[in-house]
């Protein structure tokens, strides 16, 4: 079935600094992908998405380059802030019906003044 | 405003109680869904519902029991047949149509087992 590796976490780094997190798919198909956020306390919301190959999804700074030739859809940012502190998912729907999707198990950003 | 409410934020049980948590969305979606996070941990699937009066398994359902009688609520019990039940629980919906939709999330419930 569809499933979603990416890198874990913590990922330490200072403000300003360039941001990646890997995340490589398996799947049948081409389906869209997505990357969500989860900031402290709170639930999950949609950070961007790219629904066909060679897509860039881009939102608040972050980019995501769907690549159907590395089954890859890492996520980057050139200068993080402080406030992008979180824990970031990556997922893409099953194949079966119903629109659920799949998780990768998520990577805890830490950003430091 | 449209979205999704989780109720309540923090929740407290004893053991060998049964739980009930709370979700109701006002985005006319048509699909629910309630997942488990645990700590350090990603997202795993509990129940779905794509439309009322029906609902299927996910991956962890053991424990668990849901109902679908209105389109915008969809609450969870948590049964004490749920060997180890706490977590942060979150509610998303979805429009459902096909594979392409977002999922929007409540804000969770982190139930606590004393």
């Known amino acids: 079935g569809n499933s979603v590796t990416q890198m874990e976490g913590p990922v330490t780094l200072s403000e300003e600094a360039f941001l990646t997190i890997n995340c490589t798919y398996t799947a049948t198909g081409y389906p869209s992908l997505f990357w969500y956020v989860q900031y402290p306390g709170e639930g999950l919301q949609l950070l961007l998405k790219?629904?066909?190959?060679?897509d860039k999804g881009s939102n608040k700074g972050f980019e995501a380059t769907y690549r159907k030739e590395t089954t890859s859809f890492h996520l980057e940012k050139g200068s993080v802030q402080v406030s992008d502190s979180a824990v970031y998912f990556c997922a893409l729907p099953g194949e079966a019906a119903g629109n659920k999707l799949t998780f990768g198990g998520g990577t805890r950003v830490l950003v430091k003044p | 405003d449209g979205g999704i409410t989780q109720s309540p934020k923090y929740l407290f049980r004893k053991e060998g109680q049964n739980v009930t948590l709370s979700c109701e969305q006002n985005l006319n979606h048509d699909a629910m869904y309630w997942y488990r996070q645990d700590p350090g941990q990603g997202l795993r699937l509990i129940y779905y519902s794509q439309i009322v009066n029906d609902f299927q398994k996910g991956d962890i359902a053991e424990g668990y029991s849901v109902s679908r009688e209105k389109k915008e609520s969809f609450p969870l019990t948590v049964t004490s047949a749920q060997k180890n039940p706490t977590a942060f629980y979150l509610c998303a919906s979805s429009t459902g149509e096909g594979f392409e939709n977002e999922q929007f999330f409540g804000p969770g419930t982190r139930l606590t087992v004393l």
């Open positions: 790219a629904t066909k190959a060679d």
